[in-house]
T-cell receptor, first 112, second 113 residues
């Protein structure tokens, strides 16, 4: 299967703590994207990291990419209750760059 | 700015009835368009994508079909719905550049009775 995998499947933390989510994939990719989904809503793009980049920051988000290990991580610092959502990684497949290969997601609960 | 509209938000249909879900994009031209299905608590399954008018790629053989009659209109259809067609359907668009993200509609919750 080309599908990505994420761990943990679920994460529960206290407000102010950092949250780290990991993503692994099996195929070659051109870029790795992270998305957020609030319950019952569409997905919102958070950050994109290209295959020749190792780390990228956006506000409280930090993404790393290790193409040799085919893995990525998303760090959310100083979490807030409003960060409660599901987070998905998606790789832009090098074999067909019109398609994304999606992970199954991490459900994050930030407790106030 | 670009926007994507997907409707209806929820739909309850009997088994064997037809389906038509519509998605339109504004503020961009020649987008790539996508239909996904998401089962409860799961990731996204790509159903169809389109890179231009009348060009449809099917990812999963099933009783669903897609059409793109206009540049910024993408329609998901079925002639006879099955119970297994229940789920959360999401439409998305992206620019043709592979280093651009996808942008999603708010989804349609489809329940088959």
């Amino acid at each position: 299967s080309q599908q990505g995998e994420e761990d943990p499947q679920a994460l529960s933390i206290q407000e102010g703590e950092n949250a780290t989510m990991n993503c692994s994939y099996k195929t070659s990719i051109n870029n790795l994207q992270w998305y957020r989904q609030n319950s019952g809503r569409g997905l919102v793009h958070l950050i994109l990291i290209r295959s020749n980049e190792r780390e990228k920051h956006s506000g409280r988000l930090r993404v790393t990419l290790d193409t040799s290990k085919k893995s990525s991580s998303l760090l959310i610092t100083a979490s807030r209750a409003a960060d409660t959502a599901s987070y998905f990684c998606a790789g832009r497949w090098a074999g067909n760059n019109r398609k994304l290969i999606w992970g199954l997601g991490t459900s994050l609960a930030v407790n106030p | 700015s670009q926007t994507i509209h997907q409707w209806p938000a929820t739909l309850v249909q009997p088994v064997g009835s037809p389906l038509s879900l519509e998605c339109t994009v504004e503020g961009t031209s020649n987008p790539n368009l996508y239909w996904y299905r998401q089962a409860a608590g799961r990731g996204l399954q790509l159903l169809f994508y389109s890179v231009g008018i009348g060009q449809i790629s099917s990812e999963v053989p099933q009783n669903l079909s897609a059409s793109r009659p206009q540049d910024r209109q993408f329609i998901l259809s079925s002639k006879k719905l099955l119970l297994s067609d229940s789920g959360f359907y999401l439409c998305a668009w992206s620019a043709s550049d592979s280093n651009q993200p996808q942008h999603f509609g708010d989804g349609t919750r489809l329940s088959i009775l």
